[in-house]
């Protein structure tokens, strides 16, 4: 069964984060959320989201993928951690699935990760990307982006399709009337 490990910091934009987990275990994907800045995470709106599991505490290597939810707050604590920027760097290298969302794709680019690939970001912050693309969703190799909270979920959908292939993620879009 693949396994995914999301992301929480303070400040996420709580859409991105719940939108992606329920469109990915409505498929049968286990997600698993980190808390980067603790076990109990206050959102961008002021929701409280509990993580499953504090990152400092998990072993990582038994995930298929990594998911970086935005949110300004949550990503400039990503950019922050060196735990995080490892754990990204390090599931890229390894060839695993490496998300990203709305402004959350800054974090792979401060690593390099995005140059030379086609790539989305929040609107007005194409300027950070190589090779923008105005698409909600975009994939190159390994790394899905999308652009924002009304975008998370085709993000879900296209990393659904990226694990179990366009018939299961058409069905879970049904399912959700998306």
């Given amino acids: 069964m693949t396994k995914l490990l999301l992301l929480l910091a303070d400040g996420v934009e709580e859409t991105e984060a719940v ?6 275990r409505r498929a049968g994907i286990e997600v698993v959320t980190a808390g980067v800045t603790g076990m109990i995470i206050t959102g961008r709106n002021k929701i409280r989201i509990y993580a499953d599991q504090v990152l400092m505490d998990m072993e990582t290597a038994k995930y298929d993928g990594i998911i970086l939810p935005g949110g300004s707050g949550a990503v400039q604590n990503f950019e922050n951690n060196q735990t995080v920027l490892n754990l990204v760097r390090n599931f890229a290298g390894q060839g695993k699935l490496v998300a990203a ?7 792979l680019v401060k690593l390099g990760l995005l140059k030379d690939k ?6 007005g912050m194409e300027k950070l990307l190589d090779r923008p693309r105005p698409d909600k969703v975009v994939v190159d190799g390994n790394i899905v982006t999308s652009q924002g909270p009304g975008t998370a ?3 879900g959908l296209k990393i ?19």
Avoid at 101 to 107: E, G, L, R, S, T
């Fill in 118 to 123: 086609k790539a989305t970001i929040s609107p």
């Fill in 19 to 24: 939108a992606t987990i329920g469109v990915l």
């Fill in 160 to 178: 659904v399709e990226q694990f179990q292939g366009k018939a299961a993620a058409e069905k879970v879009r049904m399912e959700v009337v998306a």
């Fill in 101 to 107: 969302i709305c402004a959350a794709p800054k974090v």
């Fill in 153 to 155: 979920i085709e993000f």
